[in-house]
């Protein structure tokens, strides 16, 4: 069940009987998703993580400029919220709430000019900081 998300690198975790009920209720659902994520991409502005490691003041570095652009952008992670749920999983909190859980790889996060700028923007940066 959702083997080739898994082979792109997703993360999946099913709570309580999560998997039971996609699978046997709406296994066509589960298969739309499949191919929907497998085809997703997020785009992020280049220009906002480039100007963030070229600030005058407090440049950061790759890492660190991408993670600011990408939790502020719109389309980024709700931190409250995310981290509110995340914690109450672990917890047990809800049970037996069925729930699908997925974490998104690094590779469906594309730039405007596609996903080759990413290895661009990180290669520019250890050029600047090769230590």
Do not use: Y
């Amino acid at each position: 069940m959702l083997t080739a998300l898994t082979a792109g690198g997703f993360q999946i975790e099913f709570v309580s009987h999560a998997q039971a009920i996609l699978n046997v209720d709406f296994p066509a659902a589960l298969n739309e998703l499949e191919q929907a994520l497998a085809e997703a991409t997020i785009p992020i502005e280049r220009a906002a993580i480039v100007q963030r490691t070229k600030g005058r003041r407090n440049p950061l570095d790759f890492g660190d400029a991408f993670t600011a652009v990408f939790v502020s952008d719109k389309s980024g992670e709700a931190t409250t919220h995310w981290r509110k749920l995340e914690d109450r999983v672990h917890r047990g909190v809800g049970n037996p709430c069925p729930l699908l859980l997925i974490g998104l790889p690094e590779t469906v996060v594309t730039f405007h000019e596609g996903k080759a700028a990413l290895a661009e923007v990180k290669a520019a940066d250890a050029e600047e900081d090769p230590g």
